[in-house]
């Protein structure tokens, strides 16, 4: 079972505050991810980061930037938050299988309200 | 371009009552097809994945199957706490490699007692 947690759930904030949406595993994964999703669409990658020192960019075009200072946190800050920021933000994990495709677990989301 | 297109997008059914939920895809080399369930305000929880044509894999009331082109979720006699949204996701053989899921829409599956 997946142990991947978020915080915060839920958030409410005003345009141009600067917001980190933290996520943390306990599994020792070294891959970890994160996802945009609005009501009733797609998944869509944006970031995400083979394990301590690497941050990629995903499909998703997105004004967020990530860290990976530990092999068990990977935060998201946005320096400005707008209201086209509103969103659900999901993190991920997963643990490479050199023999087949890795299972990304997820954690249970924030949703950000940019008013 | 790949893409995976999930139908249908909202199914209703009565308790007990089997059904199927279908996803098909376009990909140059499949890696893998992955299968979750999505309850509302949650994150997505893992159920199957699929790597070749013709397997199948087993949960409780749950099926997954796979072919060339598509993949279905067979429910047998659903209870209502099967109701959730159902996604599909394929890892193809992209220049970003195995990391990257391409997700469908989901079919929102309710089931009425």
């Known amino acids: 079972e997946a142990d991947i947690y978020q915080t915060p759930r839920y958030l409410v904030i005003g345009t141009g505050k600067k917001i980190t949406l933290e996520c943390s595993q306990t599994?020792?994964?070294?891959?970890m991810y994160w996802y945009q999703q609005d009501p009733g669409m797609e998944l869509h990658l944006i970031h995400y980061?083979?394990?301590?020192?690497?941050?990629e960019k995903g499909d998703l075009s997105s004004e967020s930037t990530v860290s990976r200072i530990r092999t068990e946190h990977f935060p998201l800050t946005l320096e400005s938050a707008r209201p086209s920021h509103t969103s659900q933000y999901l993190c991920?994990?997963?643990?490479?299988?050199?023999?087949?495709?890795?299972?990304?677990?997820f954690g249970p989301g924030t949703r950000l309200t940019v008013l | 371009e790949d893409q995976v297109t999930q139908s249908p997008e909202a199914l209703r059914l009565q308790e007990g009552e089997s059904s199927s939920l279908n996803c098909s895809y376009t990909?140059?080399?499949?890696?893998?097809l992955f299968w979750y369930r999505q309850d509302p305000g949650k994150g997505p929880e893992f159920l199957f994945t699929?790597?070749?044509a013709g397997e199948e894999k087993e949960k409780e009331r749950l099926k997954a199957t796979l072919t060339k082109k598509e993949s279905f979720l067979h429910i047998t006699a659903p209870k209502p706490e099967d109701s959730a949204t159902y996604l599909c996701?394929?890892?193809?053989?992209?220049?970003?490699?195995?990391?990257?899921?391409?997700f469908g829409k989901g079919t929102k599956l309710s089931v009425i007692p």
């Open positions: 980061s083979y394990g301590v020192n690497s941050t």
């Open positions: 699929l790597y070749s």
């Open positions: 599994m020792g994964h070294d891959k």
């Open positions: 996701a394929f890892a193809g053989n992209s220049g970003a490699g195995s990391y990257q899921l391409t």
């Open positions: 990909v140059s080399g499949l890696r893998g």
């Open positions: 991920a994990s997963s643990d490479p299988q050199a023999w087949s495709t890795d299972t990304q677990y």
